[in-house]
């Protein structure tokens, strides 16, 4: 009820569409030359697409200063942070926190996160 194949049907391989959170019965049932087999099921859960994150940090740096830059998500398990050529990255790629360097005076507004 909460997915779609959106592809793929009468394959080996389907492209489905999650409609919903939730969880429910994937099944598939093979046939060939001797009929049709008995039907394997798999319980899969899709969980909520995270909301974009809230970043936190400075807007301005001079040039070597540090700067702590905090996303803040409540549902992400990842972060993919970009920064521009003025910052150098010390720590925290991949993780909800970046710790950053200016290299010279630096509009620090450009550092993304998703």
């Known amino acids: 009820a909460g997915a779609q194949i959106i592809g793929g049907q009468g394959t080996n391989c389907i492209d489905v569409e999650w409609l919903a959170p939730g969880s429910g019965d994937l099944c598939v049932s093979a ?3 001797c ?4 039907s394997s099921c798999q319980t899969i859960t899709a969980l909520d697409v995270p909301l974009d994150p809230l970043l ?9 200063e540090q700067a702590l830059y905090v996303a803040q998500s409540s549902m ?3 972060f993919d942070w970009s920064v521009p050529a003025c910052l150098q990255v010390i720590s925290g790629l991949g993780t909800d926190s970046l710790l950053v360097v200016a290299l010279s005076d630096c509009p620090a507004e450009s550092v993304c996160v998703t």
């Open 56 to 64: 936190s940090g400075p807007q301005q740096l001079c040039a070597g």
């Open 35 to 38: 009929g049709l087999a008995v």
């Open 76 to 78: 992400a398990t990842s």
């Open 31 to 33: 046939s060939g030359n």
